[in-house]
């Protein structure tokens, strides 16, 4: 994994429907995505010391058209972020092909995590690709909420609200899992 200058990385938090967010970002593209925490000021807190980066007076031109987008996303609209640039030079290449294949999945596609190992070439590596996407830098544009236990189980998700958040992002999307 590469070191990041704390320099080159920058960030900014942003209002949606379901709390405040941010986003960090390298001339790259996007480094990170922060779905909302308890508070504005803790997003603000984790978004800051899991990018690295500095705040932005304003975010540039290809981060605010992320942005919007990730605002009418979770205002409902029905949005495909697979042209997003990401930059994933701190991410191990096993990692890079599990949220590659995870971002050919589209609006409202759900798999299992034994299929998203087989989609990235890991055929029986399902808790190695549990624990690559409950490390993903960039929810949403890496679409890890897809991604579903044997069953059609929601499975776990690490971002704040767990499962409930997930179970949010997929309603969205239109797929309503069985209650167990």
Not at 2 to 28: D, M, P
Not at 69 to 90: C, E, K, M, N, W
């Amino acid at each position: 994994m590469q070191t990041r200058s704390k320099s080159r990385w920058q960030h900014c938090l942003f209002e949606t429907e379901i709390g405040a967010c941010g986003v960090a970002w390298s001339e790259r593209g996007l480094t990170r995505l922060q779905l909302p925490d308890s508070d504005r000021s803790a997003t603000e807190r984790r978004l800051d010391a899991e990018s690295n980066s500095t705040p932005a007076a304003r975010p540039p031109e290809n981060v605010a058209r992320v942005i919007a987008d990730v605002q009418r996303y979770l205002d409902g609209a029905r949005i495909d972020f697979s042209a997003v640039p990401l930059d994933l030079t701190a991410v191990t290449a096993f990692r890079r092909n599990v949220y590659d294949a995870a971002r050919r999945l589209g609006w409202g596609q759900t798999v299992s995590y034994g299929e998203l190992a087989r989609l990235a070439g890991r055929v029986g590596a399902a808790r190695a690709v549990g624990q690559a996407l409950s490390r993903n830098p960039i929810a949403i544009i890496i679409p890890c909420h897809r991604i579903l236990a044997s069953g059609n189980k929601v499975g776990g998700f690490t971002a704040f609200g767990g499962t409930c958040a997930k179970e949010l992002l997929l309603g969205l999307e239109g797929v309503h899992l069985p209650q167990t």
